[in-house]
């Protein structure tokens, strides 16, 4: 059976991340933006409050999947107050964003805006990134009112598609420059992603990209087999389930990291947070095929799962927002 045929009959997915050991991570962060006014007590602090493909890729999510260049960037900045809402300056502050560590480099690197007297926002615009990595950008001030800085991870993908979906309506998704397209991975694009839901509402978007930098101390958590790494595939959407239902991702894995024959029990592991170092909280074998357990958040399915020209597909059914790596 072609992995196209088997993948688009199973399952469904979710809103922030999922991934398997060593294979993937499925990072969603979908922070939708409200607008709050200003606080009245004094300044404190700066806030990184997105980083934002320019552009209809992601056009109303805060964080999502940014491609690597020539695609362009912004970051929105805020200041905020002890308690984190939104204040404003009493003169005139500039502010520069820089890179603090990760592969690549960021263009302009340095750049400054300024956040006018009685102000509480500036955007940086017409960034790129050079390559696909997971850098970490810090903004500071440079002049003006002094503030705490702030730091964010920003994730660069190798490609990213993007669809729209209508809750209650059949929907699936992949990331159509992963090797042969249709989920099918390659030795040189090892890990690709396909999700089928009946749970998401609005623009869904998937990308592929960098594990670097994702493990503690800034290591790459995901697997490495020689020269072969894992990549990350990263689906950012609103789903939302009705009771007793559940997403499906079905993560491809190349032989060339996932080799062998049957179904291997490797782990998936997955965080609720969405950002910072990936946390490995591992999801248990689902007790039947097809079945996510009352209660349970993601479980793997292993009875689902399956091998095709020695290609793995794994199976992981989940409910919620999650973040899964291996």
Avoid at 123 to 151: H, I, M, W
Avoid at 164 to 182: M, Q, S, Y
Avoid at 242 to 263: A, F, N, R
Wanted: with cysteine; proline share 6%; aromatic share 4%.
């Amino acid at each position: 059976m072609a992995p196209k045929q088997s993948l688009t009959r199973k399952q469904s997915l979710i809103r922030r991340s999922l991934a398997l050991l060593g294979t993937a991570l499925l990072a969603t962060a979908w922070l939708v933006g409200t607008s709050t006014p200003a606080s009245a007590a004094a300044p404190r602090a700066l806030q990184i409050v997105s980083a934002t493909t320019d552009g209809d890729l992601c056009p109303t999510a805060d964080r999502c999947a940014i491609l690597a260049a020539p695609q362009e960037f912004e970051v929105l900045v805020r200041v905020v107050d002890r308690n984190g809402q939104p204040a404003t300056v009493s003169r005139d502050t500039t502010v520069v964003l820089e890179k603090l560590s990760g592969e690549g480099s960021l263009d302009p690197d340095g750049s400054q805006v300024t956040i006018l007297k009685g102000g509480s926002e500036a955007k940086f615009e017409n960034l790129t990134y050079s390559q696909s990595a997971n850098p970490v950008l810090r903004v500071r001030v440079t002049s003006g009112v002094q503030l705490n800085s702030d730091e964010i991870t920003v994730p660069i993908a190798i490609t990213a598609v993007r669809g729209n979906a209508d809750r209650g309506t059949p929907f699936d998704l992949d990331d159509p420059n992963c090797g042969a397209g249709n989920g099918v991975p390659t030795s040189t694009e090892p890990t690709c992603g396909h999700l089928i839901t009946k749970g998401a509402d609005g623009a869904v978007v998937m990308s592929v990209g960098s594990c670097d930098g994702l493990g503690p101390n800034g290591t790459n958590p995901c697997r490495t087999v020689g020269e072969f790494t894992a990549l990350v595939v990263t689906v950012s959407a609103d789903i939302k389930h009705p009771q007793g239902e559940h997403s499906t991702m079905i993560l491809s894995c190349d032989k060339v990291l996932c080799g062998g024959t049957g179904v291997p029990k490797l782990p998936v592991f997955f965080t609720l947070e969405n950002t910072g170092p990936l946390n490995r909280v591992a999801a248990p074998a689902c007790s039947k095929k097809g079945v996510l357990d009352e209660g349970v958040k993601a479980c793997v399915d292993y009875v689902s799962s399956m091998r095709s020209d020695s290609d793995l597909y794994l199976h992981v059914l989940f409910n919620l927002d999650a973040r899964v790596h291996g």
